[in-house]
């Protein structure tokens, strides 16, 4: 077969697979799209904007833990960057996970209990595309979670502000 031929054919059976198909294992694509996960919180923390926003599919939304908090990525950078270049991150270490992947092997999706400092035990999940680029994060929610013995009396509190 000619060398353009063969050329040929490779770029038309690379192009059948589809944009960011993983080709792994879901094994594999699982540990991918959990260490992405990682790296958000590591870059968070080492208050490195530039790795951290790069790991975010456009369009994507965050959810603080604040009801007001729901921010598109271009929102969320404005209002974390001006932070992350004062050296000023924030710190959440993963200490259980659970993630799922799509029968397409596309789309990913996770929750995880994290601990922080200030907050104490706290609740992400969130919401993994993949594409051209890998993994990038479409969604993430950051949540307190409340004892239930305790939320009556928050919810109050809550209303009377």
């Not at 944009?19 to 799209?33: I, K, N």
């Not at 993994?135 to 239930?148: D, E, G, H, M, S």
Request: net charge negative; hydrophobic share 45%; glycine share 8%.
């Amino acid at each position: 077969m000619n060398d353009w031929r063969l050329l040929a054919l490779s770029l038309l059976l690379a192009a059948c697979t589809g944009p960011g198909r993983f080709e792994g294992t879901a094994a594999d694509s699982e540990r991918q799209a959990a260490a992405v996960v990682d790296s958000l919180h590591a870059a968070a923390s080492r208050a490195d904007g530039e790795a951290y926003f790069a790991l975010f599919a456009p369009g994507a939304i965050f959810l603080g833990t604040d009801a007001t908090e729901r921010w598109n990525i271009e929102q969320f950078r404005a209002y974390a960057m001006p932070s992350f270049s004062r050296g000023q991150g924030w710190t959440y270490v993963p200490m259980e996970r659970h993630l799922f992947l799509s029968d397409s092997g596309e789309v990913a999706w996770f929750d995880e209990r994290l601990h922080n400092d200030k907050y104490g035990e706290v609740r992400g999940s969130g919401v993994l595309v993949t594409g051209p680029h890998g993994w990038r994060i479409a969604q993430y929610n950051l949540a307190l979670p409340v004892p239930n013995a305790l939320a009556e009396d928050l919810v109050v509190r809550i209303r009377a502000q």
